[in-house]
């Protein structure tokens, strides 16, 4: 068959299979809402997960490529659970201020910012903001977290090593505590600590601030890391550091050097294990594509389902149509039609039903993926390969389910077709 040929009679299958949508409405419908919803799911997953990864991508880029963690505990899946006795995790010190101190004065490190987190009720006056989560961190952390500062200022290192009760808060938390007054230099109680406002902080959103309630919808406090050490309530174990190496000094290299300075102020013989965990960006990255993955994979699960669903529908449309049409496949075949010719002719017409829940699945997809980007800090997208698997899928699902009707009438004899009421 020549190709032209093949195209028209594409186009004509694809004339048919609207005929028997409008023929069949019911039937249609549960076909094309099968496979809408597989093709939605896979399509609106697809959109919210690759937001996401862009979003956490850019955090982890803010914190620098080279840049590390020291921490007490892995933060993977392949962590142990702290519960249990026979964590030996549970066992490990936290990372001292003399650690931190020693880390700081690495030939190989520009600098380590030390880090806890906290939360609290912050009270100005008759104004009260429950459960307000708190930054505690050194001098470094405003090149870390790439925040800009407006209006006052950071604290300074005199500040932060004096444990100075200054405070910074975030736009929110100012709005909630002072509305349209000037919060510079007014005193709040942190868990009754008295706090000097001393600057306004502004943090770009991104997914994992958001995640872990650091974005700019949610009130927040930075404040100097001694500070929570020696006045608040903190868990001191629970300190971890930001490691960025001099430039010209490559990861590995520092983390090496981290790693000596660690093991030897621990006292840790050569057969022993480290008693830290150094994580980068590529383990973080890892432990996101675990964790997305197996959500993807549910995603997929449900997309399969609805699949089916619209594949029986294309079985039971088909044989229908087959059933109807049976002296039209007679007359084909008695004017010369080929069992291939008839084959394709009906699984056009069975990828056209599927095709069409596809676009529609797409579409509800793609208006899910600006919903979540206009609403949130995740840039929710679509990406191509999604819309590409998407249309495959479906029409794959259209041919599969489509093979048995469409060689049903391949196979009829044209004499008992004719014969056909």
Same mark, same amino acid.
């Given at each position: 068959?020549?190709?032209?040929?093949?195209?028209?009679?594409?186009?004509?299958?694809?004339?048919?299979?609207?005929?028997?949508?409008?023929?069949?409405?019911?039937?249609?419908?549960?076909? /094309?809402?099968?496979?809408?919803?597989?093709?939605?799911?896979?399509?609106?997953?697809?959109?919210?997960?690759?937001?996401?990864?862009?979003?956490?991508?850019?955090?982890?880029?803010?914190?620098?490529?080279?840049?590390?963690?020291?921490?007490?505990?892995?933060?993977?899946?392949?962590?142990?659970?702290?519960?249990?006795? $026979?964590?030996? $995790?549970? *066992?490990?010190?936290?990372?001292?201020?003399?650690?931190?101190?020693?880390?700081? %004065?690495?030939?190989?490190?520009?600098? @380590?910012?030390?880090?806890?987190?906290?939360?609290?009720? +912050?009270?100005?006056?008759?104004? %009260?903001?429950?459960?307000?989560?708190?930054?505690?961190?050194?001098?470094?952390?405003?090149?870390?977290?790439?925040?800009?500062?407006?209006?006052?200022?950071?604290?300074?290192?005199?500040?932060?090593?004096?444990?100075?009760?200054?405070?910074?808060?975030?736009?929110?938390?100012?709005?909630?505590?002072?509305?349209?007054?000037?919060? /510079?230099?007014?005193?709040?109680?942190?868990?009754? *600590?008295?706090?000097?406002?001393?600057?306004?902080?502004?943090?770009?959103?991104?997914?994992?601030?958001?995640?872990?309630?650091?974005?700019?919808?949610?009130?927040?406090?930075?404040?100097?890391?001694?500070? @929570?050490?020696?006045?608040?309530?903190?868990?001191?174990?629970?300190?971890?550091?930001?490691?960025?190496?001099?430039?010209? +000094?490559?990861?590995?290299?520092?983390?090496?050097?981290?790693?000596?300075?660690?093991?030897?102020?621990?006292?840790?013989?050569?057969?022993?294990?480290?008693?830290?965990?150094?994580?980068? %960006?590529?383990?973080?990255?890892?432990?996101?594509?675990?964790?997305?993955?197996?959500?993807?994979?549910?995603?997929?699960?449900?997309?399969?389902?609805?699949? #089916?669903?619209?594949? +029986?529908?294309?079985?039971?449309?088909?044989?229908?149509?087959?059933?109807? *049409?049976?002296?039209?496949?007679?007359?084909?075949?008695?004017?010369?039609?080929?069992?291939?010719?008839?084959?394709?002719?009906?699984?056009?017409?069975?990828?056209?039903?599927?095709? /069409?829940?596809?676009?529609?699945?797409?579409?509800?997809?793609?208006?899910?993926?600006? +919903?979540?980007?206009?609403?949130?800090?995740?840039?929710?997208?679509?990406?191509?390969?999604?819309?590409?698997?998407?249309?495959?899928?479906?029409?794959?699902?259209?041919?599969?389910?489509?093979?048995?009707?469409?060689?049903?009438?391949?196979? #009829?004899?044209?004499?008992?077709?004719?014969?056909?009421?």
């Amino acid at each position: 068959m020549r190709l032209w040929d093949r195209i028209l009679m594409s186009l004509e299958g694809v004339m048919i299979a609207l005929d028997s949508l409008r023929a069949n409405k019911v039937r249609a419908a549960l076909t /094309i809402s099968g496979v809408a919803v597989g093709v939605f799911v896979v399509v609106a997953m697809g959109a919210t997960v690759h937001g996401i990864k862009m979003s956490f991508q850019k955090d982890m880029d803010e914190f620098g490529t080279e840049t590390f963690q020291v921490r007490r505990r892995n933060p993977g899946f392949n962590s142990c659970d702290p519960s249990v006795e $026979e964590c030996p $995790e549970r *066992r490990y010190p936290g990372v001292s201020l003399a650690e931190w101190r020693a880390i700081q %004065q690495l030939p190989e490190v520009e600098n @380590a910012m030390a880090w806890l987190f906290g939360s609290g009720t +912050v009270t100005y006056r008759d104004q %009260q903001v429950k459960n307000v989560g708190y930054d505690a961190q050194s001098t470094e952390w405003i090149q870390t977290d790439q925040a800009d500062v407006e209006p006052g200022r950071t604290f300074t290192a005199a500040e932060h090593d004096a444990a100075a009760l200054v405070t910074l808060v975030n736009k929110k938390l100012a709005d909630e505590l002072f509305g349209d007054s000037d919060p /510079i230099g007014k005193e709040i109680a942190l868990d009754g *600590r008295r706090f000097t406002v001393i600057g306004v902080f502004h943090t770009k959103a991104g997914f994992l601030k958001t995640l872990d309630g650091r974005g700019p919808d949610t009130p927040r406090m930075v404040l100097p890391m001694m500070t @929570a050490y020696r006045r608040l309530g903190v868990w001191r174990r629970s300190m971890m550091l930001m490691v960025r190496p001099h430039a010209g +000094v490559s990861r590995d290299d520092a983390m090496d050097a981290v790693t000596a300075t660690l093991r030897g102020m621990r006292g840790l013989r050569p057969s022993q294990p480290n008693s830290f965990f150094l994580v980068g %960006q590529d383990k973080m990255m890892e432990t996101f594509n675990q964790l997305f993955g197996a959500i993807f994979m549910v995603g997929i699960g449900l997309s399969a389902v609805g699949l #089916m669903v619209g594949g +029986v529908g294309v079985v039971a449309i088909m044989m229908i149509s087959v059933t109807e *049409r049976t002296r039209e496949i007679g007359v084909r075949k008695a004017l010369g039609a080929t069992r291939a010719t008839i084959l394709w002719q009906f699984l056009v017409e069975a990828a056209t039903l599927t095709s /069409i829940g596809a676009l529609i699945g797409l579409v509800l997809g793609g208006l899910l993926a600006w +919903v979540v980007r206009a609403n949130t800090s995740i840039p929710a997208s679509v990406p191509a390969d999604a819309v590409v698997m998407s249309l495959l899928a479906a029409a794959l699902t259209g041919v599969v389910f489509g093979m048995l009707p469409a060689t049903r009438a391949s196979k #009829m004899d044209p004499v008992e077709a004719l014969r056909h009421e």
